[in-house]
């Protein structure tokens, strides 16, 4: 954690599959960050995300945006060789195929670390795993959303044969439990403090 930011270095370089406003699509990562703006942030986001890895001695990374407070929702769980890092503000939440409320400030960021080698299509597979298992906690939690209008999500992975990361396999199952586990615990954390 550094002041109001999250940056996590990887020991050696991962495949990334993303839609991160920094580095993002398929990706050679050397960590990842998540980066807090101000609420009403309308900044040039890729020089700014260019400026924070340079200023912070990063190379290679990908970046995430939030205005959320990123150390009081910060929320890390494991499940088997899964690991996910997720930061909730759900301010703006959105159904898929709605037409989206008024935009306010507010983003799911989740960050899955996978300790395994996969291919590309499996880092694919896991984001579709994640994004069930997000939706799935979201109403589980008594949020009508299936996210928010600015969610941000982001497998890494070693480089491999592992071609499946869905619901019915032992790696889905893991991924799913990870994601459920941090964002419950992240959302209940953003609820304390979003008044």
């Known amino acids: 954690m550094v002041n109001k930011h999250y940056i996590h270095p990887f020991k050696e370089p991962m495949l990334s599959l993303s839609n991160a406003p920094h580095n993002g ?5 050397n ?4 980066m807090h703006v101000h609420k ?3 900044g040039n986001y890729k020089e700014d995300c260019l400026n924070f890895e340079k200023q912070n001695g990063l190379r290679d990374f990908v970046g995430f945006m939030t205005a959320v407070d990123i150390p009081k929702v910060l929320a890390h769980a494991k499940s088997g060789r899964v690991e996910a890092y997720v930061t909730a503000g759900i301010t703006n939440p959105a159904i898929a195929g709605d037409e989206p409320p008024p935009w306010k ?12 080698g996969l291919t590309v299509g499996a880092l694919a597979n896991a984001i579709m795993t ?7 906690t979201l109403l589980k939690l ?4 299936t996210g928010t209008t600015s969610d941000g999500i982001g497998v890494f992975a070693y480089e491999g044969r ?10 889905g199952i893991s991924i799913g439990g990870a994601v459920r586990k941090a964002l419950e615990e992240s959302i209940r954390k953003w609820e304390k403090i979003k008044n």
């Open 31 to 34: 960590g990842f960050f998540f």
């Open 130 to 136: 994640a994004t069930e298992a997000k939706t799935y």
């Open 40 to 42: 009403n942030y309308s």
């Open 162 to 171: 592992e071609e499946w990361a869905g619901t019915a396999t032992k790696l």
């Open 142 to 145: 008594g949020h009508n959303a």
């Open 105 to 116: 400030p507010g983003t799911i960021n989740i960050a899955i670390i996978i300790h395994k």
């Open 25 to 29: 699509g398929l990706f050679k990562a």
